[in-house]
Each structure stands twice: as C-alpha cells, then as structure tokens.
C-alpha cells in the first residue's frame, strides 16, 4: 500500500509538472504584435528595412523616403489579409446560429486549437519631393483581429483586436557623407483594443453585442521613427545597402488600449539591373533588442526575400518568413495597380512550432 501511494503522488508530481511546462509554453506562444506592414514586403519575407524605396517607408525605414523623386499619390489601397483558417471559419459562421447556445459550442468546437487572423487597412498617401528631399503624409485606418478557440469540452473564444486611425508623414534626406541617408516620422494613432475570453453562452446571449462595446478599451500616442541608409562603397555589379531603422523612438503608451513597443531593426539589400530587369535580394533581423517579450526566439525575427522586377507591368517576389515560405505578385497598371502575397506567421513560441499561413490582396489607385 505505501509502494503504491508513493507511486500515485509521483505521477501526480510528473503530470502536473507536464501541465506546467505546457501552460507555461501556451502563454507564451503568440504572433508578435505589428500595426501595419506592407503587401510587397510580406510577399518578400519581410526584409524591406534596406530598401525601403516606396510608400512602405513611412513604416519600415523613413531614410528610404529620399529616394522619392517624383509625385505619387496612392487615393484608395484596401488591404485584405486572412489565414486560411479563418476562411474555414467563416464559412461554418455563416451556417451557424449564434442566439443558439448549442449551435454556437459545436461552431467553436470544431475548430478549437486553430490560430485565426484578419486584417484590414487603408492606408492613403501623398508623396513628392521637394528641396531634394523626400516628403510624404498618409493616413492611418486598420483593424487586426487575432483568435483562438481553447477548451474542448467548454469551447472558448478568447479575439484580440486593435482598430486604428491617425496619419503619419515623414521626411528623408541624402546627406552630404557620401552613401548615406536619414530620414524620420511622426505619427499619431488613435486606438480602440479588446481582449477578453468568451465562452458559447456569452456569445449567443442577448446582449454579447452590447458587452463586446463594454469590453473594448480605448487610447491614444504619438511617436516617432527614425532611419539611416548607408550604400557600401564596393567596387561591383551589384549595389548594396546597410538599414537601420528604431521604430516607435517612444514607446506609445495607449491609456487602456495595447501599447505599442520600440523596435530596432537592422537589414542589409543589394540589387542590380540588368536588361530592363531589377534583381533585389534582402535580409533582415527585426527587433534585434528582444522588445517583444512573447518570446526569445531569435529566428521569429529572421527575414528574407526577393523580388524580380519585370520590364513592363510586373514584379515576382518570394522568401522566407520566420523560416517560412512567402510568395507575391504585382500587376502595375496606368492608376490601377493590383498585389497578391502569402506568407506564414509563426504563433508559436519559436520558430517551426505553429505555423499560421495566411493570403493578402490589395488594388490600389493612385499614381
């Protein structure tokens, strides 16, 4: 009888230790938090910190903003991003009854454990050059909604959502050392966020509606980026460049809503033209302070990529993101210009845990 209740306290020992280790795991395991990135970089791993060579400068690296030599305006750019899960998700959504509490358990059990993700942004700019100096505004409208579904017997919802609105504007100059640019931003972001758990009763009572309002905490911060430039002086075919951009100088502190933390960012870029076509090619190590403290991870902040510039209306794009694959596309057309990405995001606590594919689009209309 002792040998046997020694036994049972040490497999209670052992399992509970192995809950510990896995909740411990759980917490951690998470997307890292962004506000906005770009169609084009995603489609390239995300490495853009040393190219940074359009609007995406105004979120990347603001020192690519020099390289604004002409007047374009972007008016409407709906961007659209979904994980595959989520397209599974709204499907069985729309089938399902929420006022029921059954209907609404069995819609959350089939998919408990899965990541979903949505995103939404608009993102409309002007930019010119004046005075030989790169200048661009924008506004900010986005709203980024995470989930996941836990506890099979009692099904759970626990989103995590961020709205955004504000405006941006940067300037990004050469400076007289050869090779070398600078550039900043200012912006101002205006944020709603909710994170909560909810359980297939909360959702399908009378008055979730009401309670989603309730829970939603709201808050506001200005800030700004800094970035530099640096082309190497090498004797080649090839030009490269060195990045290095501090995201967030201040870290925004939102009242109640998710803060938004300083990250620091290094890249290096090197292209070359050749018969009408660009090659360009990037590595980046974003967050190279560990600012993020889902994890330590240093391969979730591995990026790199590719794109190939074709000589009429085109461009291909590929790379890894996190260490998984991404691909793009774009179709350059008189005011219409239409882009096509995917990638994976890991959710996990380190690389090749979790992965979370996921599908953008964008048409923009501008010049």
Known sequence: MRKRSLYNNISVLTLSFICFVCLAVCADAAEYPNHYRGIRPLGMGGAFTAISDDENALFYNPAGLSKISTFSMGIINPLIDVSENSVDFYSDF?????????????????????????????????????ANLGIMVAGIASANADAEIRNPPYPEFHPKANWDYGFTGGVGAKVPFKGLRVGGTAKYISRESLD?????????????????????????????????????????SFTTDVGLSVNNLFEMDMGEADDIDRTINLGIATQRSFAGFTLIGAFDILDITKSY???DDYMKRIHMGAELQLPVIAAVRMGLNQGYLTAGVTLDFPVVRLDFATYAEEVGAYAGQREDRRYVGQLSIGW
């Open 94 to 130: 729309t089938d399902a009854d929420l006022d029921d509490t059954g209907e609404t358990t069995e819609l959350l059990r089939k998919h408990v454990g899965e990541y979903q993700h949505l995103s939404i942004n608009w993102i409309p700019y002007v930019g010119f050059n004046a």
């Open 293 to 295: 403290d889902q994890d």
């Open 196 to 236: 909560q758990v909810y359980t297939a009763a909360d959702i399908a009572n009378d008055d979730f509606e009401d309670r989603l309002d309730d829970d939603r905490k709201s808050g506001s911060g200005f800030t700004m980026d800094l970035g530099v430039l640096y082309e190497l002086p090498i004797e080649s």
